[in-house]
């Protein structure tokens, strides 16, 4: 299939949403580059299915603009947009085979039948759904339903591809799979992709940059190198980074009333340090040890490659934390005092 070229950079400005009086999304101000991959990244109830169906026409905004390439599409109707939705629930159609399903958007514009059948096989060949075609969706597993979903979004070619969290209803392993299809499919197709998700996991692997938010706003925009290593705010400290960055008590790692934040791999245990942590629990994970304790009133995880000179559970012992592994925080905003 050839893909044409075109630009498809996506621009939100001043976005709002509100429903009835509350504000799912304020004031969102984002460029999505042409071919990027973006992943919207937060907690449940944060905005960001709200900010991606403004984007495709589901929702309108309440104020600002959605612009896609050179057209501000705010009174532009979903099937006349050159974007592509793809839901956590299929949304396949039950009595239709494999094939029609990915045909059914070629159907709807009148495309002649041989050519959307070839679209539709191909499509389905690309995504490993060849022998299915003929199946209905119920005879299919969860992760071939959801490559149907995907075949169906490709035969449209798209300019932009809007995905809501489209692999929470798959097991671990298959997620995983399905993680590397997804990003070969967005180098192969040239697409935007526009991905929600509250999986740090598949933000970090799969974005080429993430728009972390929180509460109807983006906290921080950026490569996911940039997101780990220099969070914006405590918010995307903690939410970006499995275990999430500790937050030390006040004055403990170093004078002054600002909060430090260091990661588990950035704790050591040095017998003159100046942290003092009672260790609760060990867990020996194989390639890792994750030591928990508290320090103060805080819970902190140290982790550590090596299982030699590990504490014990009841002991008490000494961190330190590298000057360059610290990250420093503004105690009343948050926001991030070094960036
Ligand atoms: P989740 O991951 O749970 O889907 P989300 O980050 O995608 O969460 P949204 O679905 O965008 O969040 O919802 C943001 C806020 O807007 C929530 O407080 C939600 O209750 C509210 N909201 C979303 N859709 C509607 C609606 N149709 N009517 C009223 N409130 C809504």
Redesign the pocket.
């Known amino acids: 299939m050839a893909y044409p070229s075109r630009v498809a950079q996506v621009r939100l400005k001043n976005l709002t949403k509100q ?2 009086g ?1 504000t ?1 999304v304020e004031d969102i101000n984002l460029d999505i580059a042409d071919r990027e991959f973006m992943v919207l990244l ?10 991606l169906r403004m984007i495709a026409g589901l929702e309108d905004p309440t104020e600002g603009e959605v612009w896609i390439g050179d057209l501000m599409v705010n009174d532009t109707l979903p099937k006349q947009r050159d974007v592509a939705m793809v839901f956590q629930s299929y949304a396949l159609y039950p009595h239709k085979t494999v094939q029609e399903n990915i045909e059914f958007p070629l159907k709807v514009r009148n495309v002649p039948k041989p050519e959307r059948a070839a679209a539709a096989l191909e499509a389905a060949s690309s995504l490993g759904l060849a022998e299915y075609v003929g199946r209905k969706p119920g005879a299919l597993s969860g992760g071939q339903r959801q490559r149907v979903a995907l075949a169906r979004a490709i035969v449209r070619n798209p300019a932009v591809f809007c995905m809501d ?1 489209p692999l929470s209803n798959l097991d671990a392993k298959l997620r995983g799979e399905t993680r590397a299809e997804l990003i070969a499919l967005h180098q192969r197709l040239n697409s935007t992709f526009v991905y ?1 998700t ?1 999986d740090q996991v598949e933000a970090m692997t799969m974005g080429t940059r993430i728009a972390v ?1 929180s509460r ?1 706003h983006l906290e921080q925009v950026g490569t996911p190198q940039d997101v780990y290593d220099k969070p914006a705010s405590v918010f995307v400290a903690q939410f970006v980074g499995m275990p999430p960055m500790n937050i030390l008590p006040p004055g403990s790692l170093e004078p002054g009333p600002h909060v430090v934040g260091v990661r588990p791999e950035h704790l050591h245990f040095r017998g003159d340090g100046p942290l003092t942590m009672m260790v609760q629990l060990v867990e020996k994970l194989g390639h890792e040890t994750l030591i928990t304790g508290v320090i103060g009133d805080k819970r902190v995880v140290v982790r550590q490659d090596s299982e030699e000179s590990l504490p014990a559970v009841g002991d008490r012992v000494q961190l330190d934390a590298p000057e360059a592994t610290r990250h420093r925080f503004d105690a009343i905003t948050e926001r991030r005092i070094d960036a």
């Open positions: 429903f009835d509350v799912a937060g907690p449940s109830g944060c905005g960001k299915s709200t900010l969290e929600v509250h938010m109807g």
